[in-house]
């Protein structure tokens, strides 16, 4: 039960009236009831930023080679050094090559996902009393200074060490997952709660992972022929584009608030974020929330901070794939799972309660990954990636479900705390994935796999117990009248 003091200091997440709008307020424009403008510039932004994505990846792997004495390691239309498979030296420089460029990459995506986690609550609270708008313009800068970073270094062939700083930019200014938070805000600042809100989610993530298929395809094609400057370079002016379009063309889900009850920046901005998960309402919602929090935390990491390993695994031997292959894999894969997906949700969903769907993504997750970790042929691979598609629905599932927990004075705030908690794991569990990685290479590189499916078992269990846990409550929906306590 929240007492009068505890509701009195986060009174700004509870709505003024203490009614709950299961609709779009009625002061928002009408054509604000269409997101389609919003989900098509944050689709841009997708593609700017996942196009660095590959780009680095590649370039760091190829300067790394270099420095063995192997120059144009990604671009070399010659038989690799890597088809030298009984080769004992070579094999000796194939693996030191991949311990060097795990180590970069690891720590480069640390240090943007890191950097990020506090700027990510100033950036929830600006969203709520600013405007959504300036949240994303902050984190669509931050993009393109990461991107002119590159860019100099690429121009000048400078030392692997200046990348650092661009990834730095990018994560005080919030990285990906704000892009992703001020999405879904702006989503669930227009649409009602239940499932249209839930079905809505998974749409939006399907359209940014197909921004993210296509960036990812376009990139390995783009290296390969044009090498790493003209792709960046096309990026950084799609991430100018996108700034023109977010300025001019999309509206404000949520103007300024003048009244807002928060004055300034304070310690109270870190504390409203996450007063879900420690203050109990009347609804006994706050253990069903740490639930859903670490189901959609560990899982988004599990699916996500693995970028680097799969990449390198797929470079080293036995499979020797190179970057075009790798790109078009990658990119195809993103495109079914989201297609099948999504609409295996659509179906599901008169037939299945949202928490029964964690546990069958869990389960085929743990499936999938496992048979990554063994793999030793390409069919392996491919049997991986078609057995994984449905577990890419445990995280639009969750944070609908957490979306529906929450008032719509708290979506702000509520989804700026998740995405620091996804900031601050992924950061953990890119550092964790690289070590295993580079300290099982010589005896089972696919050790890394079945770590994420030992991690993907435990959100099981956890999903098992919210589903036997959340059957009598509210049956099928989880729509909930959030009211100001007393």
């Known amino acids: 039960m929240m007492t009068k003091e505890g509701s009195d200091e986060h009174s700004s997440l509870l709505r003024e009236n203490s009614v709950d709008r299961s609709h779009p307020p009625a002061d928002i424009p009408r054509r604000l009831m269409c997101p389609c403008i919003i989900e098509i510039t944050i689709s841009m932004y997708f593609v700017a930023n996942v196009i660095t994505v590959p780009i680095s990846q590649f370039y ?48 480069m995506s640390f240090v943007s996902s890191f950097t990020a986690v ?18 994303f313009l902050i984190t669509i800068l931050g993009l393109l ?24 930019l990018e994560g005080i200014t919030g990285y990906m997952s704000c892009a992703i938070m ?60 996108t700034i023109i379009v977010w300025l001019v063309a999309v509206p404000e889900t949520r103007p300024f608030r003048e009244n807002h009850s928060q004055s300034g920046i304070s310690i109270n901005i870190i504390k409203r974020c996450f007063v879900f998960y420690y203050e109990e309402t009347t609804q006994k919602r706050r253990g069903k929330m740490v639930a859903l929090l670490i189901i959609l935390v560990m899982t988004a990491t599990c699916l996500t901070s693995k970028s680097n390993v799969t990449t390198l695994f797929l470079l080293g031997q036995p499979f020797c794939w190179s970057e075009v292959h790798i790109s078009v894999v990658n990119s195809l894969q993103i495109f079914i799972n989201w297609i099948v997906g999504i609409a295996f949700l659509r179906l599901i969903q008169y037939w299945m309660r949202d928490v029964s769907l964690l546990s069958l993504g869990c389960f085929i997750g743990i499936i999938g990954f496992v048979t990554l970790g063994f793999a030793q042929y390409d069919w392996m691979i491919y049997l991986y990636m078609v057995i994984v598609t449905f577990s890419v629905l445990v995280v639009p599932v969750s944070r609908s479900m957490l979306s529906k927990l929450v008032s719509s004075e708290e979506q702000g705030a509520m989804f700026a705390g998740v995405a620091a908690m996804e900031h601050l794991v992924s950061a953990l569990g890119g550092l964790l994935f690289g070590e295993i990685y580079k300290d099982s290479l010589t005896f089972l590189p696919g050790l890394v796999f079945l770590v994420i499916a030992g991690l993907l078992l435990i959100i099981l269990i956890l999903s098992a117990f919210l589903n036997v846990w959340m059957k009598d409550w509210h049956g099928r929906e989880m729509d909930i009248t959030i009211e100001a306590e007393s």
């Open 118 to 135: 506090i700027p990510t609550f100033f950036l929830g609270y600006v969203s709520d009393r600013w405007g959504r708008k300036v949240s």
């Open 182 to 241: 001020t999405a879904f805000i702006m989503l669930a600042d227009v649409t009602p709660p239940g499932k249209q809100r839930g079905f809505r989610i998974a749409v939006m993530e399907g359209v940014l992972a197909s921004s993210v298929g296509l960036a990812i395809m376009g990139g390995g094609f783009w290296i390969k022929y044009s090498g790493f400057l003209i792709p960046m370079l096309c990026s950084t002016g799609l991430s100018v584009v």
């Open 60 to 107: 760091v792997y190829n300067q790394v080679a270099k420095s063995y004495g192997i120059p144009n390691y990604i671009r070399n239309d010659e038989a690799s050094i890597c088809d030298n498979k009984n080769d004992s030296e070579t094999s000796d420089i194939i693996n030191n090559i991949q311990k060097e460029a795990s180590n970069q990459l690891m720590y």
């Open 145 to 168: 200074l990461h991107q002119l970073v590159y860019i100099v270094v690429f121009y000048l062939e400078a030392p692997l060490a200046y990348l650092y700083i661009g990834n730095a």
